[in-house]
């Protein structure tokens, strides 16, 4: 396979931000005299962002008059606690050790917010060769615009990519992008043989295999 970039999801993919998301959910349901979720239940809902975790802890929807208040404080405390838990995933720092052994390009596409991810990725000490996040273009994924602007910035052709992620919207916006999709086992998304990904890892030390 001749492939010179991989592009990555961010959350659930290159890093297990999922902890600090649910501590910043239970840290504002305990504020607010609610019960902590458990960690399980909140570590699938991650893929959603910020509106899907209030509706889910406070069991409330947008129309709720304190939601957007509430929206607005879990993004606070996020912020404010972005890196306490969120680590890459096992194996992905050996993987672009090797990627950038190899000269290849690595990006990040994802639909977290241009703020939080770039001051996650520089709490980590994370350099992508290109960062695209939901709000950096006027679509995010599932349109192939994020992932076609990615490769554009780089100057390389979508058929020159591979493009990995733990949600079906990754996999959709892959195909919609003719980039190859590799979908991984180990994020928070339940991947489904349906979403019609090329590959299937279950650890980023696999994704070396195909390239």
Known sequence: ???NTILFDLDGTLIDTAPD??????TLLLENGFSEKPYEQIKPLVAFGGKALIQFGFDC???????????????????????QFS????????????????????????????????????KLGLKPDVVVCGD????????PAPLLYACAQLGVSPQ?????????NDIVAGKNANIKTV???Y????????????YLIDSPGELLALI
């Open 1 to 3: 396979m001749n492939i």
């Open 21 to 26: 998301l649910a501590y910043a959910l239970n």
């Open 61 to 83: 929807d947008e129309s709720h008059p304190e939601f957007s208040n509430r929206h607005q404080k879990i993004l606070k405390i996020y912020t404010d606690n972005i890196d």
């Open 87 to 122: 680590k890459t995933f096992n194996g992905i720092d050996a993987l672009l050790e090797d990627v950038k052994d190899r000269k290849m390009f690595w990006g990040v596409v994802t639909n977290k917010p241009e703020n939080l991810t770039h001051l996650l990725l520089d």
């Open 136 to 143: 950096t273009l006027e679509y995010n994924k599932p349109h």
């Open 160 to 168: 020159d990519c591979l493009f990995v992620g733990d949600d079906k």
């Open 183 to 185: 979908a991984v086992s």
């Open 187 to 198: 994020g928070y998304g339940k991947v489904e043989q349906n979403w019609n990904y090329d």
